[in-house]
């Protein structure tokens, strides 16, 4: 059996029958490449009460842990809820394949995290991503999913590449809308005890840059019914 795993958001968010299914399972591996945890692997081997193993892109991307799952059953943690990123119904649909079974545990994610800041969930449109530009490698593209969400008033989530930094991700989202992105909120840690929820404008957000902790995320905001103003402003 494999098992996908969602971690939630925070350290003690890890569901029952999640540790139900660890205590079954000889081996454990934890998905690091999605987005930065707010909490240390150790901290989650204490509360899991057995040893974790990371494991790369690669390997989740290859037949590695369904040949794992043939031998014995086996655990993929992942932060926030296993069936957000594609690669692993990828990995689900693989097994299939193969004629091994799988079974998923979801968990609270960064998509539903986002109603804390006020702004209403049915009016989200496409989440798009910031990646980290190359030097002779800048895209744009994300952008074009918040035009084309703001065209049908919508909000758009953007989350942003492990490893960039707010500063960078701000300065990349300013440089691909040429100025014409206004207000915009910055989530940090969401779900957690250390969750930062701010508004501002992008001009302001790039002088004087907020301290904030990976996991972030930036949301675009659409025109605001009146009570989403009453929460953000």
Not at 188 to 210: A, E, H, M, R
Request: aromatic fraction near 8%; charged fraction near 25%; hydrophobic fraction near 35%.
């Amino acid at each position: 059996m494999l098992y996908l795993i969602g971690l939630g958001l925070d350290k003690k968010d890890i569901s029952l029958s999640s540790l139900e299914a660890i205590k079954k399972c000889k081996k454990i591996y934890l998905e690091h490449y999605t987005t930065t945890l707010p909490y240390t692997r150790k901290e989650l081997e204490k509360i899991i009460k057995k040893k974790i193993q990371l494991i790369e892109r690669e390997k989740v991307e290859s037949d590695f842990l369904i040949k794992e799952a043939k031998k014995h059953n086996t655990i993929l943690l992942v932060y926030g809820d296993p069936l957000i990123a594609t690669t692993h119904i990828a990995l689900i649909n693989d097994a299939k394949k193969t004629r091994v079974k799988t079974k998923v545990l979801h968990n609270g994610s960064v998509i539903s995290a986002i109603a804390q800041t006020g702004l209403q969930i049915y009016k989200f449109g496409k989440t798009t991503s910031i990646p980290r530009w190359q030097k002779n490698y800048r895209p744009t593209s994300f952008f074009d999913t918040i035009k084309d969400n703001q065209s049908i008033n919508a909000h758009t989530l953007v989350l942003v590449d492990i490893g960039l930094s707010l500063e960078e991700a701000l300065y990349e989202l300013n440089e691909a809308s040429n100025n014409e992105i206004n207000n915009i909120v910055i989530c940090s840690q969401l779900g957690t005890s250390k969750q930062q929820i701010v508004n501002n404008s992008i001009d302001n957000f790039i002088k004087k840059p907020p301290k904030v902790k990976e996991p972030f995320c930036i949301i675009v905001p659409a025109s605001l019914h009146f009570s989403e103003e009453e929460v953000l402003f």
